[in-house]
C-alpha cells in the first residue's frame, strides 16, 4: 500500500513523527479504544461544520495505498439531507440515524486513480489501475474502508461519539446521492455527542489467541 | 454495522467513555496523524512478542458489522516465518518488509460468522450470513480492512511505526499460510521503530472540498 511517496516541495502539517514516541496515557487509549462505543441516542447538541472539517483535517493524513485517498465523506447535517438517505435505511438503524446530528456517507471514488498524477506524482501510478476495473474498484474498496476507519478514529480524538452501520440498501443511496457519478458508498457513520441512556451492556471481542498467530 | 450488542455479564475494557469526552492534545493528534509516516527503513530495535498482545488488546475494541471481527492477524517475526512470505512479496516491497523486526498478514475469516452466536448473542446474527457467501465474503472484507485500519492506529498510539502495503501476491500468502482453512489476506503492515532516513518528502492530500461534500 503505501509509500507515502516523494512530492518535493508537498505540504507538511506538522514535523515527522520522532522516533520513540512514547505510549500514549491510559486516558487517551481509554478515549481512542477502551472506553469508547457505538452510540444510538444522541444529545440534543449540534456538530458545527468548522468540527467536520477539523475531521477530514486529520483523517485524510492515514495511509492510503500509492497515497490514492479513494475515500469520499457525504456529511448530511439537514433534514432535507436526511430526508434523502431514509427510504435507504434499514428498520432497525431508522430511528437512531434520523436523530443523529450528522449521518457521513463513506463512499469511493472508482476513478480515484485520476488525482494519482497529483497525489503520487513520482511515478505513473495511474496505469496501475486504469483499465484494470477489477484492481481498481479492489483498491477503491479496501482504501476508502481504511479512511473511513480513520474517520472513526478522528472522531474520538475530537471528542464525537459514533455509530457506524452497514445495514442499508447500497444501490439506493447510490441512486439517491451519486447518480451519474463514479462515487460509490461504502458503509454509514452517525456523529455527534451520544446520550449514554441508549447503550446496551458491552458485547465480548476475541480473545489474542483466537483471533492472532505468532510466526 | 455495530450495534456493539448486549452481552449480559460480558467483559468490559473500562467504564464507557463519559459525554463530553475533550478534543485530545495537540501532540496526540501529531502522534496519531498529522506527523506520522509511512516508514521504509527501521532501525535494529526489536518489537516484543508482549507489544503485539497489548496492540491487539487495543485494535480489538474498534467497532465492526454486529460485532462480528472477522480480521485475523498473523505476527511474523522469526527469519523463518518472513522466508515463508518472501516468495509473495513485490520487488519494491521487499527490503523493507525483509528488515522489519514484525510483519503483520491482516487476513480474515470468511466463516467469521460461526462465531455471531458469542459475539453477538442478542439476535440470530450468524443466519443473516450463513449460506449468503456473497454477503460474508463482503463483510468480512469490509470489517477485517476496518479493524487493519485500527491496527495501524493502535501502533502508533503504542510509539511504534507502521508500514501498510498490498502490492505483493495475496493467493501466494494464502497459500503458505492459510491452505485448508478459512482464512484469507488482506495486506500487510510492517511494524516496528522507524528510521527516518529512509523517509521520502510527504506526498499531497486532497482538499475537504475536493473529497468532501456538505448536505
Known amino acids: 500500500m503505501p509509500d507515502d511517496g516523494a512530492a518535493a516541495g508537498a ?3 506538522a514535523p515527522d513523527l520522532p522516533s520513540g514516541a512514547p505510549t500514549l496515557e491510559a486516558r487517551v487509549l ?19 461544520d468548522a ?17 490514492g485517498m479513494p475515500g469520499r465523506f457525504v456529511f448530511l447535517r439537514t433534514p432535507e439531507g436526511k430526508e434523502k438517505l431514509r427510504p435507504a435505511l434499514s428498520a432497525g438503524n431508522m430511528e437512531k440515524t434520523m436523530s443523529a446530528p450528522v449521518v457521513c456517507i463513506v463512499a469511493h471514488d472508482l476513478k480515484f486513480y485520476d488525482r494519482l498524477p497529483y497525489l503520487f ?18 483498491t477503491a474498496f479496501r482504501n476508502g474502508t481504511l ?23 447500497n444501490a439506493k443511496v447510490d441512486q439517491a446521492f451519486f447518480a451519474g457519478t463514479d ?8 456523529l455527534g455527542y451520544g446520550d ?18 505468532l510466526e
Open 30 to 48: 481509554d478515549q481512542l479504544f477502551r472506553s469508547a462505543r457505538t452510540q444510538n441516542k444522541w444529545q440534543d447538541r449540534p456538530v458545527p
Open 196 to 213: 449514554p441512556s441508549g447503550l446496551f451492556d458491552r458485547s465480548p471481542r476475541l480473545s489474542f489467541d483466537e483471533a492472532c498467530r
Open 121 to 138: 506524482p513520482h511515478a505513473d501510478a495511474r496505469s496501475w489501475f486504469a483499465g484494470n476495473e477489477r484492481l481498481a474498484e479492489t
Open 147 to 169: 479512511q473511513g476507519a480513520y474517520l472513526i478514529m478522528a472522531a474520538r480524538s475530537l471528542g464525537l461519539d459514533t455509530g457506524p452501520m452497514s445495514g442499508f440498501d
Open 183 to 190: 462515487w460509490r458508498s461504502n458503509f454509514l457513520v452517525n
Open 51 to 67: 468540527t467536520l472539517q477539523e475531521l477530514y483535517d486529520l483523517l485524510k493524513w492515514g495511509p492510503t495505498s500509492a497515497n
Open 11 to 13: 505540504p507538511r502539517a
